[in-house]
Structures are given as structure tokens and as C-alpha cells.
């Protein structure tokens, strides 16, 4: 059974494959190739590139505007990470807000309150505090997948409670 594809969140950097299954090419020709950076929605700071070269550098251009992108990006995470509340925090205004305690949203009861609360403090730190998964799932001791697919439910249940 094939695995369920990984849930986008902003921020997140992404797989763009070079080659296709079992080696095969990835592009019908040569207009395909060049359309390939509009469709990734890039177009202005990609490259499709011709014929087989090194890897990525086809797609995302040269080592320096990675080096420049990458750059860029720590600046922006710095300051927000500078500014941002802790985990904990989150943690407490969530228990406040949904009416339990700490203690319960970091427990493994799966009440269906206390999941839901867990699931606002993943999506809450992920999609709008620009946590790690890893550290959302280290503090309220779950796995990494689980706390992906919190995120989304997090999403769902502040939307359907219209917050």
C-alpha cells in the first residue's frame, strides 16, 4: 500500500525529483522541460535546464542562490523565532481556552477534547509560530506523524468553531 502523501505546511522545503521511476526521464521533451519552473510556480528564480546535469542544480539554479536563499530564510526565522511565544505558552492558552489543563493536553488520554486541544496547539505552532514538528511532537510526547496529521485537524476544528 502506497504511503499517504505528507501534509504542506508553509515554510516546509520540499523533494522536487531529478528522474523518474526506475531512472526513466521525468519530461516528455524539450517544451516540457522549459514549462516545467511556471507549472512549479517559480518560474522567475528556477531553471529547468537542459539534458542531465547535477541533480538539483538543474531546478533550482546555481549553489549561490541557494546559498542566498538559504541565507534569506535564516534572517526571516531568526527574527520571527525572537519574537514568537514558547511552546509552553501556547500550551497554557489552549488549556485555558478549551478548559483542561496542561497536564491533560500533555498526557496520552485520547479524550476527544483533549485531542482537539492537542491538535490546535500543532496546527497553532506549526502553520502560525513557525515551530518544528519535531519539537511540537517532543513536547506533547507524540510521534512526528502524528502531530502532521494533528495539524490539518487543528485547521478543520478552529474553522468549524469560527474562531
Known sequence: ???QPRLDAPGLLQHIMA????GREIFKDDQD????PARLGCASRCRAGGGRGKGDERILGSGDFVSEVLREAGEIFE???EKRMSLEELIDAVAQYMGVSIEEI??????RKLAY???VVAYAAIRNLGYRGTQV????SLSPPTVSQNVEKGKIFLLC???
Open 79 to 81: 527574527s520571527l523565532i
Open 137 to 140: 511532537a517532543e513536547v506533547l
Open 161 to 163: 468553531r469560527e474562531i
Open 19 to 22: 528522474r523518474g521511476i526506475e
Open 1 to 3: 500500500m502506497p504511503r
Open 106 to 111: 500533555k498526557s496520552s488520554s485520547r479524550k
Open 117 to 119: 486541544a492537542r491538535s
Open 33 to 36: 522541460r522549459k514549462s516545467f
